[in-house]
C-alpha cells in the first residue's frame, strides 16, 4: 500500500462527481483503498446520492402534476 491524496470519482445512477483530494492509502496492484480522510469521503457520497434522490423526487412530482 502506498499513502496517496486523489480525486476519487462517484458514479450514482448515471451521474458522476469528483471528490477532490483524499488521502489514504491506496494499493497499486489492485486498487484497493484504505481511506484517512475523516470520513469526508463517505459524507460526500452520501450527500451526492442525497442531492440525486431529492432531484428525482422533484422530477417526479412535477410529472405528475403536469398530468394533473
Ligand atoms: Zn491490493
Redesign the pocket.
Known amino acids: 500500500?502506498t499513502f496517496d491524496t486523489r480525486d476519487l470519482d462517484f458514479e450514482y445512477r448515471g451521474r458522476k462527481t469528483r471528490i477532490p483530494a483524499v488521502p489514504g492509502w491506496y494499493?497499486?496492484?489492485?486498487?484497493?483503498a484504505y481511506l484517512e480522510d475523516g470520513g469526508r469521503y463517505a459524507k460526500a457520497m452520501t450527500a451526492f446520492v442525497q442531492e440525486i434522490r431529492t432531484d428525482e423526487a422533484t422530477e417526479l412530482k412535477t410529472i405528475r402534476k403536469n398530468r394533473g
Do not use: H, I, R
Not at 494499493?27 to 484497493?32: A, D, K, S, T, V
Open positions: 500500500m494499493c497499486p496492484q489492485c486498487g484497493e
